[in-house]
Every structure is written in structure tokens, then in C-alpha cells.
């Protein structure tokens, strides 16, 4: 059973069409502090390229493990869970600056 000339064109439409490319996401947004989010990001237990355990980069961290935790990069800071979802160095564009 040959194929007719309309499903060779038809074929030959689909093998040309231009390809679809997928951009990647660059990540969920880390002002929206919520649980969901935090599991969203991508968690750390150490540095691949020293092989020492990260901890939380905050002075005032309030998670009782202080070391060998998970933590994520949010804008170049390491931090716990406990201090991302309180917020710590949260940006929030709505915010105004008061002059004291």
C-alpha cells in the first residue's frame, strides 16, 4: 500500500516544522514565603565543592540544629527552613521606607 502524495506532504510538514523550545524556569519567587515555595527550591546539605556541612548564614537562626541542616540559596544567603518562612531578608517591592 503506497503512500498517497497528501500524506507525504503531510508527513514532510511535520518533520520541517519548526522546533519547540522550552525555556527554563528560573524558580519559584522567594518573596512568597510559604512551605510550598520552600519545597519548590532547591536544598542543600553541604558544599559539593569543599564537602563541609552549610548551616544558616542568619546570627539569630532559631532552628535548635545549628549545623548539618537543610538549607537553600536565597539571593546568594544560605538559610533554614525556620528562617525562610519567617521571613528573613524577604524582599517586599509594596514596602515604603519611613524618614525618621
Given at each position: 500500500?503506497?503512500?498517497?502524495?497528501?500524506?507525504?506532504?503531510?508527513?514532510?510538514?511535520?518533520?520541517?516544522?519548526?522546533?519547540?523550545?522550552?525555556?527554563?524556569?528560573?524558580?519559584?519567587?522567594?518573596?512568597?514565603?510559604?512551605?510550598?515555595?520552600?519545597?519548590?527550591?532547591?536544598?542543600?546539605?553541604?558544599?559539593?565543592?569543599?564537602?563541609e556541612m552549610l548551616k544558616c548564614e542568619n546570627?539569630?537562626?532559631?532552628?535548635?540544629?545549628?549545623?548539618?541542616?537543610?538549607?537553600?540559596?536565597?539571593?546568594?544567603?544560605?538559610?533554614?527552613?525556620?528562617?525562610?518562612?519567617?521571613?528573613?531578608?524577604?524582599?517586599?517591592?509594596?514596602?515604603?521606607?519611613?524618614?525618621?
Amino acid at each position: 500500500m503506497p503512500l498517497d502524495p497528501e500524506k507525504i506532504k503531510h508527513l514532510m510538514a511535520v518533520k520541517n516544522r519548526p522546533k519547540v523550545r522550552k525555556t527554563r524556569r528560573s524558580g519559584p519567587d522567594t518573596n512568597i514565603r510559604t512551605v510550598a515555595t520552600w519545597f519548590a527550591l532547591q536544598h542543600r546539605f553541604m558544599d559539593n565543592d569543599t564537602g563541609e556541612m552549610l548551616k544558616c548564614e542568619n546570627t539569630n537562626c532559631q532552628d535548635p540544629r545549628q549545623k548539618g541542616i537543610m538549607v537553600v540559596e536565597v539571593n546568594g544567603t544560605f538559610m533554614c527552613r525556620y528562617c525562610f518562612l519567617d521571613g528573613w531578608k524577604a524582599d517586599n517591592p509594596e514596602q515604603v521606607a519611613i524618614d525618621a
